[in-house]
T-cell receptor, first 115, second 110 residues
Framework: SQTIHQWPATLVQPVGSPLSLECTVEGTSNPNLYWYRQAAGRGLQLLFYSVGIGQISSEVPQNLSASRPQDRQFILSSKKLLLSDSGFYLCAWSVHAGVFNQPQHFGDGTRLSIL | GIQVEQSPPDLILQEGANSTLRCNFS?????LQWFHQNPWGQLINLFY???GTKQNGRLSATTVATERYSLLYISSSQTTDSGVYFC????????????FGKGITLSVRP
């Protein structure tokens, strides 16, 4: 069966520091991968998605970037964190579906606090 | 623009009561999912239901795509049902992206 791992689970970082959050998927190949952010008390917002290695689409212009160095690895990064980057970050995967959407499955998330 | 609206925003139930959560969406869809976010933040997949009706234990869901709404039914609610329920929709032609509603906060009291 497929599993998705995110780490770390929680992170406290000072303003201006760099960020690297990692997500890996097991048990499937060539998945679609997604990064979402959830601000406190609000819904989820799609940040990036990827349909293959090195293919990244950005949904929201911001201080963050994403990379997919391997088929089942998705990394969320920042060079300099802002206070507004605080939130709950979730990674998700779905079967690479072509023209048909497939259900997305989420990791347990990383709670990021910026001080 | 593309919209997903959930109602009611908040719901308080007594244990054992039934409830209906609604999701309206603004365009044709080829993906609709219901999630339960527990107090630890985990998003639990409840249903993948772009159309039709499904049941899983005390939960069931119906999507009427032609009328652009979906309903989640919770019967005989339990305190463990508390949390936030999200409807997320993939719109036709939107490259597998999900648009989330703002969620419904459910509190089930013993």
């Amino acid at each position: 069966s497929q599993t998705i791992h995110q780490w770390p689970a929680t992170l406290v970082q000072p303003v201006g520091s760099p960020l690297s959050l990692e997500c890996t998927v097991e048990g499937t190949s060539n998945p679609n991968l997604y990064w979402y952010r959830q601000a406190a008390g609000r819904g989820l917002q799609l940040l990036f998605y990827s349909v293959g290695i090195g293919q990244i689409s950005s949904e929201v212009p911001q201080n963050l970037s994403a990379s997919r160095p391997q088929d089942r690895q998705f990394i969320l990064s920042s060079k300099k964190l802002l206070l507004s980057d605080s939130g709950f970050y979730l990674c998700a995967w779905s079967v690479h579906a072509g023209v048909f959407n497939q259900p997305q499955h989420f990791g347990d998330g990383t709670r990021l606090s910026i001080l | 623009g593309i919209q997903v609206e959930q109602s009611p925003p908040d719901l308080i139930l007594q244990e054992g009561a039934n409830s209906t959560l609604r999701c309206n969406f603004s365009d044709s869809v080829n993906n609709l999912q219901w999630f339960h976010q527990n107090p630890w933040g985990q998003l639990i997949n409840l249903f993948y239901i772009p159309s039709g009706t499904k049941q899983n234990g005390r939960l069931s869901a119906t999507t009427v795509a032609t009328e652009r709404y979906s309903l989640l039914y919770i019967s005989s609610s339990q305190t463990t049902d508390s949390g936030v329920y999200f409807c997320a929709v993939g719109f036709t032609g939107a490259n597998s992206k999900l648009t989330f509603g703002k969620g419904i906060t459910l509190s089930v009291r013993p």
